[in-house]
């Protein structure tokens, strides 16, 4: 998921792991942990696109880096405490300097995710940055100009939060629809259960109110305890009615196919950004894709509009020798559609779906690739968002649609 709620999630569960002992440190060093497999992105500056996207949710989201990782960073903190390095004034500015740019990154995110018409909402701006400014303040105070205890820890409990901050991490990406490769190096299969989406709010907000409070709770009481555990129980609770929601437009789809005499390989259906209400469905037949929207507060379950794309399995024939093609078809896993034109060729991953209803080509499809050539080569490049677009205008009519017909 997206990096502030794994930020949340490492969080709380350092407070499990070292809470009672270091304080508010177990939140800091669990929120950095839970951060950590996703610094891979940082790599995408010298990789292709293409490259990029086969490695992130690789290596730094496997079994093996949770179990071999936990214990080398868990050794260099643990020494680091030891050697009383936390008390020195280089060492307290760049962990202040850290935990600052970890509140700065919370608050952007929670203001760009409920921008309205692409603007910021200046109400949500003064309470978040109010909220942001509060926690600053008992950064400097309660860090940065206190001498600090020396934690009573051993290196068994910092491999333990480690450990939990990185398995969590690549946890919760499983329950997402873009994969989680938690077997690499051994295999390449990206595990996905497809029941959230990459960022929602319903699950990240209640989870950081919470933690936010554990923060300002004495480290050890009933109620730190408590408003820790409350978070998890709610994220999961949440988690769990994804998985129900799953599960019934699974069926919902499947009675519409069968409502519509279409016989189809393969299905597949996951949430729309932001929500667990507004789904999109792509089914696989012989020679075509099935794409359509389901939200939750429909009248009718049969599916208001179907789109068919047709696969133009001679295109995928011509392409299949290339190594980034061959990277984009396992990534989509198979799930690939091919738009030609007179220039360049789009392929669209059809899970995703569309930014509306109607599909009319690759512009109204979320994820989209170009394949033009270039001196006999063929070049792939992201197209990134949708160009001519107004964002404001499509977010209305993304909150109309998720309200049902």
Not at 274 to 285: D, R, Y
Not at 298 to 311: A, E, F, G, Q, T
């Amino acid at each position: 998921m997206d990096s502030i709620t794994q930020i949340i999630l490492g969080a709380a569960v350092g407070e499990i792991a070292l809470g009672k002992k270091i304080g508010n440190r177990a939140l800091i060093w669990g929120g950095i942990g839970g951060t950590i497999p996703d610094l891979d992105v940082l790599a995408n500056s010298f990789m292709t696109p293409i490259d990029a996207l086969a490695f992130h949710r690789g290596i730094t989201h496997s079994i093996l880096f949770s179990v071999v990782a936990s214990f080398i960073i868990g050794w260099l903190v643990f020494k680091s405490y030891d050697r009383k390095l936390h008390k020195t004034w280089p060492y307290k500015i760049i962990i202040a300097l850290i935990n600052a740019a970890l509140i700065v990154s919370i608050t952007w995110g929670i203001n760009y995710l409920f921008r309205q018409d692409g603007h910021i909402r200046w109400w949500l701006l003064v309470i978040s940055g109010a909220g942001a400014l509060y926690l600053m303040w008992r950064l400097y105070k309660f860090y940065l100009i206190k001498d600090l205890e020396e934690p009573q820890t051993t290196l068994r409990d910092w491999y333990w939060l480690f450990f939990l901050a990185f398995a969590t991490h690549w946890l919760l990406d499983c329950f997402t629809a873009f994969g989680t490769q938690i077997f690499y190096p051994f295999s390449d299969l990206r595990v996905a259960f497809n029941n959230i989406a990459v960022a929602d709010p319903a699950y990240t907000i209640p989870f950081l109110i919470c933690v936010i409070i554990v923060a300002c709770l004495k480290r050890g009481t009933k109620k730190r305890a408590f408003f820790n555990w409350l978070g998890i129980g709610i994220s999961s609770l949440y988690m769990l009615f994804t998985l129900i929601n799953k599960f019934n437009v699974d069926h919902v789809f499947d009675k519409a196919l069968q409502n519509r005499a279409i016989e189809v390989k393969r299905c597949h259906c996951s949430p729309t950004i932001l929500n667990n209400i507004l789904w999109s469905c792509v089914a696989e037949g012989e020679n075509e894709y099935y794409v359509g929207q389901y939200s939750l507060f429909d009248s009718d379950p049969n599916l208001h509009h179907l789109n068919v794309i047709m696969k133009n399995d001679s295109i995928h024939a011509s392409l299949l020798p290339l190594e980034d093609y061959q990277t984009l078809w396992w990534f989509s896993n198979g799930y690939l559609a091919s738009f030609p034109t007179d220039s360049v060729l789009y392929l669209s991953d059809v899970r995703y779906g569309g930014m509306a209803d109607t599909i009319k080509g690759p512009e109204s499809l979320v994820f989209n690739f170009k394949v033009k050539q270039q001196n006999g080569d063929y070049i792939f490049e992201d197209t990134g968002p949708p160009e001519n677009q107004d964002m404001g205008e499509l977010l209305q009519k993304f909150i109309k649609r998720i309200k049902g017909y």
